[in-house]
């Protein structure tokens, strides 16, 4: 098989930590070139990766062969960087959020549909097995008809110098924007329907930036299924589970601590149906089903179904066109949010 040669937009932080090495751990996937703005950590990646580095991203596509283009770069960038992947005529793989807002990201996969190049972007939670299980069982009607589902996640993240996630016009927002819309998608992606009304709060409660650093929305789906989502920045890690919880009309199932870059956590299966009303609510507490993370990577599961829609040559945008959708409902909650301008 012909290997899918690969350049890397912003190859520090995340792409360095996580995504270089899932794209590598495939053996049909070869990286030809990477850059990274500041010049040092460009450098010392191209020698660690053994690829020619740059700190200009039109030089490197203008000087390198190659099918596909990563980009992890702060969210102002993306749309430049994907028009400009998009203009050298490859096929791109983009960190979440897509672009700064929706009509922002929906330009950006509406360019790519027209010109027939795959784009996805960095929602990896989905691959995560407990997740990928939890959905199957929905669909299998193992908890019956879905009444509520609940979201958690969270990471201490206090004021750091330069960190363009506090500042609003790098980052489009804070610990919702960041965090919340990893919640949003796996709650799309599990339930397997979008979200239909929205309502939320932000604030900045602890810290000084000026983005929010805590977020709650409740929601409704399409069939009507109620839901709820708190994220955090000012949360200590060690403090925080992290967790899932999807209530049905025969049970539920619960994850805990699998909103993670790792494979890891447990879910917890109770099949419980009730007939009649009790009137004395006795609760009687039975023992749930409990299945493990299987600890593989997801980041290499993820980079490899992109790599899989580009070998294909048949683009796939059901999950691009979701990832807007994630930024629908992000929008409307930061409009709503929105300080009232005195009359």
């Excluded at 983005?211 to 069939?223: H, R, W």
Aim: aromatic share 10%.
């Amino acid at each position: 098989m012909k290997k899918t040669k690969w350049c890397i937009i912003g190859a520090g932080g995340i792409a360095d930590r996580r995504t270089i090495p899932a794209i590598l751990q495939d053996k049909n996937n070869e990286i030809v070139a990477l850059m990274d703005k500041v010049k040092p950590v460009a450098e010392k990646l191209g020698e660690k990766y053994g690829v020619k580095a740059y700190t200009n991203e039109e030089k490197m596509l203008k000087e390198n062969e190659c099918d596909a283009v990563y980009v992890s770069t702060p969210v102002m960038c993306h749309y430049d960087q994907a028009m400009l992947v998009l203009k050298y005529g490859r096929n791109l793989f983009i960190e979440k959020p897509v672009g700064f807002d929706s009509k922002q990201g929906e330009k950006i996969v509406n360019a790519f549909k027209k010109a027939g190049k795959q784009i996805s972007i960095g929602y990896m939670m989905k691959y995560h097995n407990l997740h990928v299980k939890a959905r199957d069982m929905i669909k299998q009607d193992k908890i019956g008809q879905v009444a509520s589902i609940r979201l958690q996640f969270s990471c201490w993240y206090p004021e750091i110098k330069g960190a363009w996630r506090q500042v609003k016009k790098l980052g489009g927002g804070g610990a919702l924007m960041d965090l919340g819309v990893h919640c949003i998608e796996l709650a799309e992606y599990v339930l397997d329907e979008e979200i239909e009304q929205v309502k939320g709060i932000i604030n900045t409660t602890s810290f000084k930036y000026e983005v929010e650093d805590s977020a709650i929305i409740t929601f409704k789906t399409k069939s009507g299924v109620l839901g709820h989502i708190d994220v955090n920045f000012n949360i200590p890690d060690n403090a925080s589970i992290s967790k899932l919880e999807i209530y049905g009309t025969k049970g539920y199932i619960i994850c805990n601590g699998t909103l993670a870059q790792e494979e890891v956590g447990s879910m917890s299966y109770l099949y419980a149906p009730q007939g009649d009303y009790e009137a004395m609510q006795k609760r009687v507490v039975y023992k749930p089903k409990v299945y493990l993370g299987a600890k593989q990577n997801i980041y290499t599961k993820q980079m490899k179904a992109f790599a899989d829609i580009i070998r294909s040559g048949k683009p796939d945008y059901f999950y691009a066109d979701r990832a807007v959708q994630v930024q629908k409902v992000v929008d409307k909650v930061y409009k709503e949010n929105e300080p009232k301008k005195s009359k």
